[in-house]
T-cell receptor, first 109, second 113 residues
C-alpha cells in the first residue's frame, strides 16, 4: 500500500530552527509537496521537490532524497505565525496526491 | 469571488438527508477535486474532475457523487448522509492534473447526526 509518515506533533521555540521529516512509500513518484495549514483554514502550498536536493524559499527550505523515500521541511527564524500543521504529499505514478496526516507545529515564546 | 468559494461553511444534518456542498472557482482551472479531512488522517480524495464534463472516483467515493457541467462549478452530493460522513470537506482546483499547486477552498464542516 501507499504510505506517508510524518510526526504527529512538534514543539519549537520562537527564533529557532525546526526540521519536519516525511518518509514515503508510494507507487511511483512524480513530485513531493509541502503545504501549510493553520487551524480551521485551508491548506496553502509551500514547496515542491521532484529532483534530489534542497530547495530554498526564504525562511523555508525543503529537501528530497528519492532513493531514501525521504524529505524534510526546514523552517528557520521561527515566528509565532508559523504555528500550524504541515502536510507532506507525494504525487504517485497515476498523478494522484497521497497525503500524510500532517505535523502540528507548536511555537513557544 | 477570488479563488475558490465553498458553501455552506458549516452544516448540521440529520442522517438520511440529502446534502449538496457547493464549490465555485474563478481561476479557469481545468482540474477540480473534493477531499475530506479527518483527525489523524491525511486528506483523502473523494472525487475529481480533470476537465468540464468528466469526473473520476478517488480513494473514498462511496456515498458521494459529483458533476462538472462547466469549468467553474463542482458540487458534491451526499445522497443519504450517514454519521461516518461527518468531516471537513475541501474543494480544490489546479491548472491540470500535472500542475504543481493546488488551490483550496476554505472548507465545509459537516456534522451528520
Amino acid at each position: 500500500g501507499q504510505n506517508i509518515d510524518q510526526p504527529t506533533e512538534m514543539t519549537a521555540t520562537e527564533g529557532a530552527i525546526v526540521q519536519i521529516n516525511c518518509t514515503y512509500q508510494t507507487s511511483g513518484f512524480n513530485g513531493l509537496f509541502w503545504y501549510q495549514q493553520h487551524a480551521g483554514e485551508a491548506p496553502t502550498f509551500l514547496s515542491y521537490n521532484v529532483l534530489d536536493g534542497l530547495e530554498e524559499k526564504g525562511r523555508f527550505s525543503s529537501f528530497l532524497s528519492r532513493s531514501k523515500g525521504y524529505s524534510y521541511l526546514l523552517l528557520k527564524e521561527l515566528q509565532m505565525k508559523d504555528s500550524a500543521s504541515y502536510l507532506c504529499a507525494v504525487r504517485d505514478s497515476n498523478y494522484q496526491l497521497i497525503w500524510g496526516a500532517g505535523t502540528k507545529l507548536i511555537i513557544k515564546p | 469571488i477570488a479563488g475558490i468559494t465553498q458553501a455552506p461553511t458549516s452544516q448540521i444534518l440529520a442522517a438520511g438527508r440529502r446534502m449538496t456542498l457547493r464549490c465555485t472557482q474563478d481561476m479557469r482551472h481545468n482540474a477540480m477535486y473534493w477531499y475530506r479531512q479527518d483527525l489523524g488522517l491525511g486528506l483523502r480524495l473523494i472525487h475529481y474532475s480533470n476537465t468540464a464534463g468528466t469526473t473520476g472516483k478517488g480513494e473514498v467515493p462511496d456515498g458521494y457523487s459529483v458533476s462538472r457541467a462547466n469549468t467553474d462549478d463542482f458540487p458534491l452530493t451526499l445522497a443519504s448522509a450517514v454519521p461516518s460522513q461527518t468531516s471537513v470537506y475541501f474543494c480544490a482546483s489546479s491548472d491540470g492534473i500535472g500542475a504543481n499547486v493546488l488551490t483550496f477552498g476554505a472548507g465545509s464542516r459537516l456534522t451528520v447526526l
